[in-house]
């Protein structure tokens, strides 16, 4: 009765993904893995070390700092044991920023970095799938700008491995936005309100709502301002000019901008960068600083990180932080229009029972070559199978020989 039911329901097109959903064919996935295997290196190489957060992790932990921008995003369900509400994770951060409060506990500068299949509930508008690979790193314990120069300067040397030509680089501190908001004195709507606007760049939205704000005429004129506060290094003069009357922090925040620009310029002064104080990308997660990666062929970022200060205080230690993300299928298909990795040289064995073959097959094999020994009665040809040589018997040797 049960096997009925269950052939009933089945999909007559059972083999459909859902929506957002791709598998990863062999030609890709070696590509995608020998990508991962060397930023993985490149991080090492940096001091960064690798974690691997669990896929599944308690709603709470997940949704830490972040949960704002992430709610709608995660997969939720109930723990069928605990009773607990989790989630599929929808963005490491959170994660990795729990190892180092909760289990390293270092009180030194702790560099991580991960990389994992992430799920979103909905797909980006520009990026239709719904299962990015997460490939990131984080610097934890460290206040400083050097900090954020560090990640920055560790992302770019990523893409630069990735064969990416032309990338550009945005900067902002949605810090400038949050003081102006205090120091207006903004209620939470309003200063929810706005940040929509400001997100769009809607300036005769924006007009009609600060006209409707009873604030001080200095703090109005500075919000309204921060829509055209973006472009090249001049951007970071005028900022100096129209937020004049600003608290310390935004005169800060702009020395901080000035001066990781000077550091950068100074290391690639080849790197185009430009400044947008009035993009607040992950504005209710991060604390300083924003970042973001772009390159003329792609209509989005394709790196992106920043500061998020604080993010530990939940997992029982606040510590100062800093980190980048990108997802490796995009890097990695971006790459693949770069360069072409050749396929690995496929050995063919007959299949025999001759402990001198074996024997063969296991040297070579030991030696990172690859060897794929026929099958009884199998079909196929050492030539479909895609093997560039086969293994011969040669005066009772096994020997490689090239496939004719």
Same mark, same amino acid.
């Given at each position: 009765?049960?096997?009925?039911?269950?052939?009933? =329901?089945?999909?007559?097109?059972?083999?459909?993904?859902?929506?957002?959903?791709? #598998?990863?064919?062999?030609? #890709?996935?070696?590509?995608?893995?020998?990508?991962?295997?060397?930023?993985?290196?490149? +991080?090492?190489?940096?001091?960064?070390?690798?974690?691997?957060?669990?896929?599944?992790?308690?709603?709470?932990?997940?949704?830490?700092? &972040?949960?704002?921008?992430?709610?709608?995003?995660?997969?939720?369900?109930?723990?069928?044991?605990?009773?607990? =509400?989790?989630?599929?994770?929808?963005?490491?951060?959170?994660?990795? !920023?729990?190892?180092?409060?909760?289990?390293?506990?270092?009180?030194?500068?702790?560099?991580?970095?991960?990389?994992?299949?992430?799920?979103?509930?909905?797909?980006?508008?520009?990026?239709?799938?719904?299962?990015?690979?997460?490939?990131?790193?984080?610097?934890?314990?460290? !206040?400083?700008?050097?900090?954020?120069?560090?990640? %920055?300067?560790?992302?770019?040397? =990523?893409?630069?491995?990735?064969?990416?030509?032309?990338?550009?680089?945005?900067?902002?501190?949605?810090?400038?936005?949050?003081?102006?908001?205090?120091?207006?004195?903004?209620?939470?709507?309003?200063? &929810?309100?706005?940040?929509?606007?400001?997100?769009?760049?809607?300036?005769?939205?924006?007009?009609?709502?600060?006209?409707?704000?009873?604030?001080?005429?200095?703090?109005?004129?500075?919000?309204?301002?921060?829509?055209?506060?973006?472009?090249?290094?001049?951007?970071? &003069?005028?900022?100096?000019?129209?937020?004049?009357?600003?608290?310390?922090?935004?005169?800060?925040?702009?020395?901080?901008?000035?001066?990781?620009?000077?550091?950068?310029?100074?290391?690639?002064?080849?790197?185009?960068?430009?400044?947008?104080?009035?993009?607040?990308?992950?504005?209710?997660?991060?604390?300083?600083?924003?970042?973001?990666?772009?390159?003329?062929?792609?209509?989005?970022?394709?790196?992106?990180?920043?500061?998020?200060?604080? %993010?530990?205080?939940? +997992?029982?230690?606040?510590?100062?932080?800093?980190?980048?993300?990108?997802?490796?299928?995009?890097?990695?298909?971006?790459?693949?229009?770069?360069?072409?990795?050749?396929?690995?040289?496929?050995?063919?064995?007959?299949?025999?029972?001759?402990?001198?073959?074996?024997?063969?097959?296991?040297?070579?094999? !030991?030696?990172?070559?690859?060897?794929? /020994?026929?099958?009884?009665?199998?079909?196929? &040809?050492? /030539? /479909?199978?895609?093997?560039?040589?086969?293994?011969?018997?040669?005066?009772?040797?096994?020997?490689?020989?090239?496939?004719?």
């Amino acid at each position: 009765m049960f096997e009925w039911t269950y052939k009933t =329901m089945q999909r007559k097109d059972s083999w459909l993904l859902p929506e957002g959903i791709e #598998e990863v064919l062999p030609d #890709e996935a070696r590509h995608l893995e020998n990508h991962r295997a060397k930023l993985l290196a490149l +991080f090492a190489c940096w001091g960064y070390e690798l974690v691997d957060p669990p896929l599944i992790d308690f709603l709470d932990s997940l949704l830490t700092g &972040s949960g704002h921008d992430l709610a709608l995003q995660t997969f939720k369900l109930t723990d069928q044991l605990s009773g607990e =509400m989790l989630g599929v994770r929808a963005d490491m951060t959170p994660q990795v !920023a729990k190892i180092d409060a909760h289990n390293l506990k270092q009180e030194w500068p702790t560099r991580l970095c991960y990389v994992g299949t992430i799920l979103h509930t909905r797909g980006d508008p520009l990026e239709k799938t719904r299962s990015p690979m997460q490939i990131g790193a984080e610097l934890y314990g460290h !206040a400083g700008k050097e900090s954020d120069e560090e990640v %920055i300067c560790l992302m770019l040397d =990523m893409l630069a491995m990735t064969g990416l030509l032309d990338v550009h680089l945005d900067l902002g501190h949605v810090g400038i936005y949050r003081a102006l908001s205090k120091q207006a004195g903004l209620s939470s709507d309003q200063e &929810s309100e706005l940040f929509d606007v400001l997100q769009r760049k809607a300036k005769p939205e924006l007009q009609e709502l600060m006209a409707g704000y009873a604030i001080d005429p200095d703090c109005k004129q500075m919000l309204m301002k921060l829509v055209e506060l973006n472009g090249g290094k001049d951007t970071l &003069s005028k900022a100096k000019l129209i937020l004049a009357n600003a608290d310390e922090s935004v005169k800060q925040a702009l020395a901080d901008l000035d001066s990781i620009a000077n550091t950068l310029a100074q290391r690639l002064p080849n790197l185009p960068i430009s400044f947008d104080l009035a993009e607040l990308r992950g504005y209710h997660y991060h604390t300083g600083i924003v970042f973001a990666a772009f390159v003329p062929t792609v209509g989005r970022e394709i790196a992106r990180g920043g500061r998020y200060d604080n %993010i530990g205080a939940i +997992f029982g230690r606040s510590r100062p932080a800093t980190g980048f993300s990108a997802d490796l299928k995009l890097l990695s298909a971006l790459s693949k229009q770069q360069y072409y990795i050749p396929r690995r040289d496929m050995i063919f064995a007959p299949y025999l029972s001759d402990t001198a073959l074996s024997e063969k097959i296991r040297e070579l094999r !030991a030696q990172h070559k690859t060897v794929v /020994q026929q099958l009884p009665g199998q079909v196929g &040809s050492a /030539q /479909q199978l895609g093997c560039t040589a086969i293994l011969e018997q040669v005066n009772e040797q096994w020997v490689v020989k090239p496939v004719a």
